[in-house]
């Protein structure tokens, strides 16, 4: 696997925090939505699209160029400080 991303850029939100890779949250709390539509989804299939249990909803795949990024090529270990 690749290890080039970015953590906590999630969509809707200015900026990425650099912490927040795993949460399943509004991260910044400005309501954004999935924009892609659900017939397009390839993870986690069987979750009514927009539901609580759709975790993937506010990732950034699933609103394509609505998140911030940290670089267009992504970070080494998704963070811009090295890991300790």
Do not use: M
């Not at 989804?41 to 950034?60: F, K, M, Q």
């Not at 998140?67 to 090529?73: E, K, Q």
């Amino acid at each position: 696997a690749a290890f080039w991303y970015s953590q906590g850029c999630f969509i809707g939100c200015p900026l990425c925090d650099h912490l927040s890779g795993r949460r399943q949250v509004d991260l910044c709390g400005l309501g954004a939505n999935a924009t892609l539509d659900p017939r397009l989804r390839t993870v986690n299939l069987d979750a009514p699209a927009g539901s609580e249990l759709d975790i993937y909803r506010h990732n950034p795949w699933r609103a394509p160029g609505t998140a911030p990024v940290a670089d267009a090529c992504g970070l080494a270990g998704g963070t811009p400080w090295p890991q300790e």
